[in-house]
């Protein structure tokens, strides 16, 4: 029996060794059915049994990026697996280090600083607050380079049984490579904080310009909502759906150009097009019909959130929004669906095909968004490579000017403390969660 790694439910899998590889089945009255899925036992760094969830004769493999809790029909089988993946472990590591390139290293190269600790930095401006930590803008003392450090307390991720989600941001973040999507430099922790240094992207979150503009006209919707298209395009290719889509997650550069932040409540593993999970989680505008009704769902959440968005920057609130949260779940499953006479028909025909309630009718296909009639002066190749002039620059200095950024934060300066006593806090560490990206060792 494997436990599901979107949906937590036990299934029977047919399991095979293939030398290094461990693949696993569908189980069919007359055999083998339809492959599941692998693990390639060279990224094991764990293989043992486990108390899990009161389950007798579990066992779990830990990877990188998941754990895989597996359970035998009795104490013998799981010892007889157990055993044998250990050696296969063995093998599988063998055989990358003989394949493994030396690096070759030039002699004018410096020795590469591979941690990071707390007074390594210097903060300088609080730029954010939410109800696990806040997010400080940093100094990074040996180079001078200017960070967003966001720092989270472990008691309070603990205790709201946060922390699978804060692990999976972690995976998650160490895994992006797109100009719209935030970068991790380094994470660290001390006794009772988790520090998260990323990019600091100065040009305020949409959220703060729409406040101030009221609406945004079509040329500039159509641009932000272009290239958020291309980051949840990213986002999915990696089976990850991203499920928090809302302005106050989208900052612009000094350059104008959308950044996607925030992978808190993120999930990974979403690879197959039937993939499915079932957390109730997000924000209540941006939720999908499917969320709301308890069903499984998919990546087709992200882009109902999409068509949200975009009916918001158009008209200034989104299109089921009420005060009365109730109410505007109900709206969100059944009201129907209206525009304002300024909205083009190609705007309303694009939205209206993100906000469709059935999911399998859904405009989810990004090639299909990319080619809808609303996107046709896009250049999505120039796009992609931030080629295209954004319709609007944010009036910053530099890229340290904190002057789009809600001055409620930054003029707080009894919050600028780094630790806030973590020092002396109750020593509770997490495995595997310290990270330099290779593009900062390489600088």
Known sequence: MKEGGTVKSWKRRLFVLNNTTLNYYAMKKNGRGQEKGSIQLAKCSKVAPINYKKKKFCFELQTPHRNYYLMAADAQEMNEWVAILEEAVGVAREEKAKTAKPKAVSSEEKPAKTKVKVNDFEALKLIGRGSFGKVLQVKYIPTGQIFAMKILNKATIIARGELPHTKAEKSILTRLDCPFLVKLHYSFQTPDKLYFVMDFVNGGELFYHLQQEKVFDEDRTRFYSAEIVLGLE??????????????????????????????????????????????????????????????????????????????????????????????????????????????????????????????????????????????????????????????????????????????????????????????????????????????????
Request: proline residues 7%; hydrophobic residues 35%.
């Open 234 to 443: 990213y986002l999915h290719k990696e089976g990850i759906v991203y499920r928090d889509l809302k302005p106050e997650n989208l900052l612009l550069t000094n350059e104008g150009h959308v950044v996607m932040t925030d992978f808190g409540i993120s999930k990974e593993g979403l690879h197959c097009s039937d993939d499915r999970t079932a957390t109730f989680c997000g924000t209540p505008e941006y939720l999908a019909p499917e969320i709301l009704k308890g069903q499984k769902y998919g990546k087709e959440v992200d882009w109902w959130s999409l068509g949200t968005l975009m009916f918001e920057m158009l008209n200034g609130l989104p299109p089921f929004y009420c005060e009365d949260v109730q109410q505007m779940y109900s709206k969100i499953m059944r009201a129907e669906l209206k525009f304002p006479k300024k909205v083009s028909p190609e705007a309303a025909s694009l939205i209206e095909g993100l906000l469709e309630r059935l999911p399998t009718k859904r405009l989810c296909d990004p090639e299909q968004i990319k080619a809808h009639p609303y996107f046709a002066s896009i250049d999505w190749e120039k796009l992609a490579k931030k080629q295209l002039k954004p319709p609007y620059i944010p009036p910053v200095r530099d890229a340290s000017d904190t002057s789009c950024i809600d001055p409620a934060f930054t003029k707080d300066k009894t919050a600028l403390s780094l630790t806030d006593g973590s020092e002396g806090g109750e020593a509770i560490h997490l495995d595997n969660f310290t990270y330099v990206a290779k593009s900062t060792l390489n600088k």
